[in-house]
């Protein structure tokens, strides 16, 4: 059972443009949503996160848009640099389950120069 | 370096033979999670610690797997006449209760059964 969805599965972008990645979840009970950054051979490293209670969150160049009523949220990545490059994922956990991370498919972000 | 860490990083076996990973949590904090990713894939939970005691597992940890945090601290990850299907990479991370859900992940164990 596929509880957070994302897309796309891959993504090319120029350098300096902006990168969207969308994700939908079906558990109204998920009250914790972050997005994780991984490269190649590494674990996953919190990019940015957001609870249900606010629309937007900005950090630098990342944003997060929060759509409670349709169950959907997105990453926008600003100004996007070929650092940026990597596999990006969403996620979701629910604060009554100890917060088990249940993660999307992941997104491969290849940013042009 | 503070963060968690693993070890090996890589391990290559050949099938029916037992391996065991370790995964070394942030110090102070008090849950410890492994999870498992295959290629192309997000990671899956597997399951989880609070202190030395294994609170919930998931129905992917087939009685093969077995995980043990003994002290509270480190965690080990043993997996029983493993399997081609076993080949992934196993990520542990770690978090502090009560505080921000943020979980802390390790740069993972990479399984290859041959």
């Known amino acids: 059972q596929q509880q957070v969805k994302q897309s796309p599965q891959s993504l090319i972008v120029q350098k300096g443009g902006i990168s969207i990645i969308n994700c939908a979840y079906e558990?109204?009970?998920?009250?914790?949503f972050p997005w994780y950054q991984q490269f190649p051979g590494k674990g996953p490293a919190l990019l940015i996160a957001?609870?249900?209670?606010?629309s937007e969150k900005k950090e630098g160049r990342f944003t997060i848009s929060f759509n409670k009523s349709a169950k959907q949220f997105s990453l926008h990545i600003m100004d996007s640099q070929p650092g940026d490059s990597a596999t990006y994922f969403c996620a979701a956990s629910m604060s009554s389950s100890a917060s088990k991370i249940i993660f999307g498919s992941g997104t491969r972000l290849s940013i042009r120069p | 370096d503070t963060g968690v860490s693993q070890d090996p990083r890589h391990k290559i076996t050949k099938r029916g033979q037992n391996v065991t990973f370790r995964c070394d949590p942030i110090?102070?904090?008090?849950?410890l999670y492994w999870y498992r990713q295959t290629l192309g894939q997000g990671p899956e939970f597997l399951t989880y610690?609070?202190?030395?005691?294994?609170?919930?597992k998931s129905r992917l940890l087939s009685d093969r797997f077995s995980a043990e945090r003994p002290k509270g601290s480190f965690s080990t990850l043993e997996i029983q006449r493993t399997e081609q299907g076993d080949s992934a990479m196993y990520l542990c991370?770690?978090?502090?209760?009560?505080?921000?859900?943020?979980?802390?992940f390790g740069p993972g164990t990479r399984l290859l059964v041959l």
């Open positions: 957001i609870r249900p209670d606010v």
């Open positions: 558990n109204t009970a998920f009250d914790y």
């Open positions: 610690f609070q202190n030395e005691a294994q609170l919930e």
């Open positions: 991370a770690s978090s502090l209760s009560g505080s921000s859900e943020t979980q802390y």
């Open positions: 110090s102070e904090h008090n849950r």
